[in-house]
DNA sequence: CTGTTAGCGCCTTCAC
DNA sequence: GTGAAGGCGCTAACAG
């Protein structure tokens, strides 16, 4: 492999030369530039990232610190889209940034923070961490710009960002489809109850319930923690007692959990009950009935993290938070109630 | 951020001595190892990885070069299963490894050599590369250690590994359980001929028919390139003329576009006509009816793709080529003919 | 415009 | 066992 030096006494200039024209610096003239660039070629010649980034002070590697490369849930593969979306962002950049990919399960010996330095990682997205999450303050307190995604960030650090849908909105929005179509025995299965993601739709649907003047006390709220299985679980128990008109599932993966459980139940979907997810996944269009669900568009979530992170460091971040639009789905999991 | 230096100093001793211990040299003394590290963790250390390749030529990153990163069909998560296997394997192994994901469509100005060259990417696994790509052939003769997938690298270059299921044996397999259900007239949906992958189905499929007794003149091969959207033309334009009895997919993608071709016809499946698939994504069991199909395990691809991988730059590969089981996942898509 | 030079943080002989 | 010193390849002042 060439290195700098070699280019420079081929093309009969110094090094520095050499490497202000690989950097697009102004103060070389074309001429030069030209040779130099046709010498780099004839040798094969490409700088080496790792001495670029130990002598610039310049951080420009990104970090995705996530907790969906590990998880043994095949199904979701939103941590795979927002990656796509990240990687095309940073594709579509100037900036030859390169991406990190941090399980948050595994990252257990070493805080966030350490990594990242020791990586010259010069920005981070959070995705799928709690903010209970034993690095999550500590990364937020440090100076490393990061954008976190489904939280809501209270602290008045200047170099965090955030990215998510309106979950209120679209709590509101699919509680409201229901509410429009006559159901009134509701059982909301909601996800983790700490999590600002759960708050926000809880929050949603509730004032959903409230612009129908309907009292919030008859509302159920089963928390199956983000599970297939704990829905699947807390439905097949619910059911035994009572019947509702639908279920309003906070997870595409609880909703198939819980349409699991009421087929058991020797009920129809969406005859005798509705369901209702949250996400769209792929497989969502395939389940039968076909999911009606909000759909999140992860590549877009995770294009705009990269975009905010990219603004944050170069100090020109706009707003803080970004906010991406949803989409209610109808497809045919939730019938039309009588009056 | 603490360096070397500091912790030096703080520790009174030499640099070198610190970066031995760091690095498990055995000269030094325990004593001096354990006031060192004590130093580092008060002043909270961990070397820098930038500066560490850049000085030792020891190459610890690996490359995970991939057409599944920017393509459009987020139904395609193949890319991240694999992905999800490296990682894990690679999070398991005493190395410190990264992972550098790298899209061969956008990777069209430079060469995968000169990309891994300039980060110092010491190995690469590719997914989803053609052989016919332009830096294919020159990757392969570079001494630049590679695992390729779906790929049977012909060079004898040691450096050159690959990793995937039996295609022959288990085209073989899914063949002969249409057969064994009296099938006769079967239509092939075929993805790119030149494709190593699918000339290993299609030898797969022809032996099942021959050990049956039957002529390979009768079969029909519509080649569809693995995509959902030919196929869907294809099987929809083929139905207008015959009617056969099953349609075997070489991709369950491909599957997908026959069933909405099949159904369109007012055909019912399996009733009127039997599909199979050939990788099991997730949503194959929400198809209606359930798809079935092969099932190919990404997760344990990516896994021994990245083992191999670590096995070559020891120079202990046993095998250049490792087999990985796959499985015949039977669902509701075919239907037993009378014979 | 171009060259010189001092680091960036760490590893690795080679002496002591 | 430990320390000194020379690089790894590149960038960024600072001179010229």
Known sequence: MATIKEVAKKANVSVSVVSKSFNNYKDVKEETRQRIFAVAKELDYSPNINAKNLSSKKRMTIGLISSGVLNDNVKDSNAFDIFKGVYRAVADSRFDLSINLIDSKRQTQQSYVQYCRERNIGGAILQGIRTDDQYYKELIDTSLPCVVLDIMNESDNGMIGSVSIDNAKAAREIAGYLLQRNHRDIVVIAGTPETYVNKERIKGV?????????????????????????????????????????????????????????????????????????????????????????????????????????????????KQHIWIEHQLMERDSVKTLAN
Chains 1, 2 share one sequence.
């Open 206 to 318: 509730e004032e959903a319930l409230q612009s129908c003047g309907l009292e919030l006390e008859g509302l159920t709220v089963l928390e199956a923690d983000f599970s297939e299985e704990q829905a699947y679980l807390l439905a097949k128990k619910y059911l035994q007692e009572q019947q509702p008109t639908a279920f309003l599932c906070f997870s595409d993966l609880m909703a198939i959990g819980v349409m699991k459980a009421v087929k058991e139940a020797g009920l129809k979907i969406p005859e005798d009950i509705s369901v209702t997810g949250f996400d769209d996944l792929v497989f969502c269009s395939y389940t039968e009935p076909a999911l009606t669900t909000i759909r999140q568009d992860f590549i877009e979530i995770g294009k705009n993290a990269a975009q905010l992170l990219q603004a944050i460091k170069e100090n020109n971040a706009v």
